[in-house]
């Protein structure tokens, strides 16, 4: 069974930085992209970062382009989230989401981690 | 960016009823769709990917249907297990984008 268990979420005040983790198991884990998902009561859900199986393509949303980096450690099973500059807006609980198809693209999600929650607060 | 719209945002419905929901985008995606379902305290689950391919596991009383920019989930006999959010999704084109989620309860 694929399970993808997120750590690394907290409190963190405005400008302030936060390493997220996401640890895979019961997967060949550098066959699939992976992506970050975060989730509000507010504004529903909203995919944050994409990153290829081999670690070279990287996506972002325009909201946290040049602030949050997506990286991988295929050795270690575990896709990273280094958010930095952190804003109020990005409160949130964060996902990562594994494709659903190993190789290439496919970009729907299956499994979802349960998340970790990340808040931005003075 | 694709905008992705879901109608209607709550349905209250009995065990039994067959659901109706819709999903629209903001431009041509072709079959670039996923159905998610969302329990409360739980992880979005796939139901549907490729607007009608049924994930495995899924049981086959969902069904998904459409293309394009106009995509509809069916739920047929609702079961009392299925009340939930259920969340459409781009997959055409990064950034990707969801609908802003369907409730669906108990009437």
Redesign the interface.
Request: net charge neutral; with cysteine.
């Given at each position: 069974e694929v399970q993808l268990l997120e750590s690394g979420g907290g409190l963190v005040q405005p400008g302030g930085s936060l390493r997220l983790s996401c640890a895979a198991s019961g997967l060949a884990f550098n066959t699939y992209a992976m992506?970050w998902v975060r989730q509000t009561p507010g504004k529903?859900?909203?995919?944050v970062s994409?990153i290829s199986a081999n670690g070279g393509g990287t996506?972002?949303?325009?909201s946290v382009k040049g602030r949050f980096t997506i990286s991988r450690d295929n050795s270690k099973n575990t896709l990273y989230l280094q958010m930095n500059n952190l804003r109020a807006e990005d409160t949130a609980v964060y996902?990562c989401a594994k494709d659903?198809h190993s190789g290439s693209w496919?970009?729907?999600?299956?499994?979802?981690?349960?998340?970790t929650l990340v808040t931005v607060s003075s | 960016d694709i905008q992705m719209t879901q109608s209607p945002s709550s349905v209250s419905a009995s065990v039994g009823d067959r659901v109706t929901i819709t999903c629209r985008a903001s431009q041509d995606i072709g079959n670039y769709l996923a159905w998610y379902q969302q329990r409360p305290g739980k992880a979005p689950k796939l139901l549907i990917y490729a607007a009608s391919s049924l994930q495995s596991g899924v049981p086959s009383r969902f069904s998904g249907s459409g293309s394009g920019t106009d995509f509809t989930l069916t739920i047929n006999s609702l079961q009392p297990e299925d009340f939930a959010t259920y969340f459409c999704q781009q997959a055409n084109s990064f950034p990707l984008t969801f609908g802003p989620g369907t409730k669906v309860d108990i009437k």
């Open positions: 992506s529903g859900l909203e995919w994409a996506y972002y949303a325009d996902c659903r496919n970009k729907w999600f299956d499994p979802w981690g349960r998340g | -």
